[in-house]
């Protein structure tokens, strides 16, 4: 016996064939293959270059780990820069160390 979705599908088929004819029904056909092939080689193309990105950025991690500069923050630039202006900083806040660097920029720059 034909439940109740078959009948939806024979109505829509019907529908489609009563619109376009059944000379239009291959065309169509033929037209959802090659829209499939073609997604099929685009997901194949996007998953190679995925993974040759991945095997590529895993090298120049490798690579970059080696000879990359370390990353500072800003508290140690900070510090390095008051450190190298002669400035001392225990019992400082970055406010009061920022004002004391400015204050000796400005000196320097003066002379």
């Given at each position: 016996m034909i439940d109740g979705w078959e009948w939806i599908i024979i109505g829509v088929v019907a529908i489609i064939i009563i619109m376009?004819?059944?000379?239009?029904?291959?065309?169509?056909?033929?037209?959802?293959?090659?829209?499939?092939?073609?997604?099929?080689?685009?997901?194949?193309?996007?998953?190679?270059?995925?993974?040759?990105?991945?095997?590529?950025?895993?090298?120049a991690a490798v690579i970059e780990s080696r000879s990359a500069p370390v990353i500072k923050?800003?508290?140690?630039?900070?510090?390095?820069?008051?450190?190298?202006?002669?400035?001392?900083t225990e019992g400082k806040t970055r406010e009061e160390i920022s004002e004391e660097i400015s204050v000796m920029v400005k000196m320097l720059g003066a002379d």
């Amino acid at each position: 016996m034909i439940d109740g979705w078959e009948w939806i599908i024979i109505g829509v088929v019907a529908i489609i064939i009563i619109m376009w004819g059944p000379a239009k029904i291959p065309e169509f056909a033929r037209s959802l293959g090659h829209a499939k092939g073609e997604f099929n080689k685009a997901q194949k193309e996007f998953t190679s270059a995925a993974t040759a990105t991945t095997a590529t950025t895993s090298n120049a991690a490798v690579i970059e780990s080696r000879s990359a500069p370390v990353i500072k923050s800003k508290d140690e630039m900070l510090l390095e820069t008051a450190q190298r202006l002669g400035i001392p900083t225990e019992g400082k806040t970055r406010e009061e160390i920022s004002e004391e660097i400015s204050v000796m920029v400005k000196m320097l720059g003066a002379d």
